[in-house]
């Protein structure tokens, strides 16, 4: 079975300053990693995929994330944060033998002016 | 291409009462699949289709909650009859099924259980 840790549970961080939200994820098998995005009363929506290839990968909106398999981590970094970044983050791993996603709890990003 | 629709968008009954979810998935997605969102947590899945056919329904309470996807399309999620702790957000979501394939999720519906 894959889990999923996300260190921080909120995150606040001044408009224009760098901002790194954490995930460390837990499988036995090769996974899939997720950075989903959702905004007040939305659904969720994709930021970035890592399936393979290239450990570094970049998404919409300017956000990027770095796979690392050695530290089981999949962080989700972006230089320079705009106030329409506040958002809840979701990172998600799925494995490569069922396609069942499994979520962490969330980072809540506010972007102070 | 159209996302995934979903219906109502908001909902509030009484405890005991039953109530149900409706989804749309993208067309041509074969995989669908229903998650719990309780305020401040992440999506907790409660069952996924493959097709027409069940997947994964091991953190569905079927006492109370039963999904059904009706020729592979369409899904509806019932709870009956509803608990307090079922108010949530009811997200579905849909994916080509293969591995790696992302979710695409809908807006979900807001249930407030009263």
């Known amino acids: 079975a894959q889990s999923v840790t996300q260190l921080d549970s909120q995150v606040p961080v001044f408009e224009e300053a760098p901002v790194e939200l954490r995930c460390n994820y837990s499988?036995?098998?090769?996974?899939?990693l997720f950075w989903y995005v959702q905004y007040p009363n939305q659904g969720l929506q994709l930021l970035l995929k890592?399936?393979?290839?290239?450990?570094l990968v970049k998404g919409i909106n300017g956000f990027e994330a770095e796979f690392n398999k050695s530290q089981t981590s999949f962080h989700l970094r972006k230089p320079s944060v705009h106030i329409s970044d506040t958002a809840e983050y979701f990172c998600?791993?799925?494995?490569?033998?069922?396609?069942?996603?499994?979520f962490g709890t969330g980072t809540s990003l506010t972007v102070i002016p | 291409e159209a996302g995934v629709a979903q219906s109502p968008r908001y909902k509030i009954i009484e405890k005991r009462q039953s109530v149900a979810f409706w989804c749309n998935p993208i067309?041509?997605?074969?995989?669908l699949y229903w998650y719990q969102q309780i305020l401040g947590q992440g999506p907790k899945l409660l069952i996924q289709?493959?097709?027409?056919?069940?997947?994964?329904d091991s953190q569905l309470p079927k006492d109370r909650f039963s999904a059904e996807r009706l020729k592979g399309v369409d899904s509806t999620l019932k709870i009956q009859p509803a608990k307090l702790e079922d108010s949530a957000v009811y997200l579905c979501?849909?994916?080509?099924?293969?591995?790696?394939?992302?979710?695409?999720f809908g807006n979900g519906t807001r249930l407030t259980v009263t």
């Open positions: 979501a849909s994916s080509l099924g293969w591995g790696g394939s992302p979710l695409h």
């Open positions: 499988s036995s098998v090769s996974v899939y």
């Open positions: 890592y399936l393979s290839g290239s450990t």
């Open positions: 998600a791993v799925s494995s490569n033998t069922g396609n069942q996603f499994y």
């Open positions: 067309s041509g997605h074969a995989t």
């Open positions: 289709f493959q097709n027409n056919g069940v997947v994964d």
